[in-house]
């Protein structure tokens, strides 16, 4: 699955390939994805690269190789209509699913700083998404999550919610500063924040320094 940004990026040098025969620079790119930087167009190439979906070409300035597209566009379309995306492709986008952002990496392992800027977006299918509530997606790093199928690298879709009962698997911000995913666990006047693998053990805290910022709801794998 590719995220909004790969997606239109591809769209973008698909149509200018079928157009002049030459791929964008990356000014171009980063000009026409609204990008504040080459870097992130760099990461968004190798991306759809490691996917299969472009080739760079050795030893050539500005050469890159379409070598196929999403199941929705045609990679031998006509050259007037080389960004056009199909019409029930079209109609999917605004009925059927559902656009998150993405947040950033959360840790599932040792605690990393709190997640609070958009880094891009996806596009869902409903069914990963529970209820008709705010969703979010983060990146897992880390493999304190194993046993609950939680790989490092996955990504993880997130229901906004400040609520969660014992033993869902939830995003926790610690003393404010911190953000992790774990199993939580309420006893009394504690809460546990219980990893998926047993060579992390489970932390502690008072009521008043975790936070739920969000429950799992669902899970994307990308294999490479």
């Given at each position: 699955m590719l995220t909004r940004k790969q997606h239109q990026l591809l769209l973008f040098i698909h149509k200018r390939l079928s157009e002049d025969g030459v791929s964008p620079s990356f000014e171009e790119m980063?000009?026409?994805?609204?990008?504040?930087s080459k870097s992130g167009v760099h990461r968004l190439i190798t991306a759809l690269e490691e996917r299969g979906?472009?080739?760079?070409?050795?030893h050539r300035a500005r050469a890159l190789e379409v070598l196929k597209m999403p199941d929705a566009v045609s990679p031998a379309v006509p050259k007037d209509a080389a960004n056009v995306v199909k019409a029930d492709f079209t109609q999917g986008a605004a009925n059927d699913t559902m656009d998150v952002p993405l947040l950033g990496k959360i840790a599932a392992g040792v605690p990393i700083e709190a997640i609070q800027h958009e880094r891009d977006r996806i596009l869902l299918p409903p069914d990963l998404a529970h209820g008709r509530g705010e969703h979010y997606a983060l990146e897992v790093e880390g493999d304190s999550m194993v046993d609950a199928g939680i790989l490092d690298g996955d990504i993880v879709i997130i229901e906004r919610t400040e609520t969660a009962m014992n033993g869902e698997i939830v995003v926790a911000l610690v003393d404010e500063e911190e953000a992790t995913l774990k199993r939580l666990r309420k006893k009394g006047g504690s809460v546990a924040?219980?990893?998926?693998?047993?060579?992390?053990?489970?932390?502690?805290?008072?009521?008043?320094?975790?936070?739920?910022?969000?429950?799992?709801?669902g899970l994307i794998r990308r294999y490479h």
């Open positions: 980063k000009d026409a994805l609204n990008l504040a979906f472009i080739r760079r070409l050795a924040l219980e990893a998926a693998n047993p060579a992390y053990e489970t932390r502690i805290f008072g009521p008043d320094r975790v936070r739920v910022q969000g429950r799992l709801v």
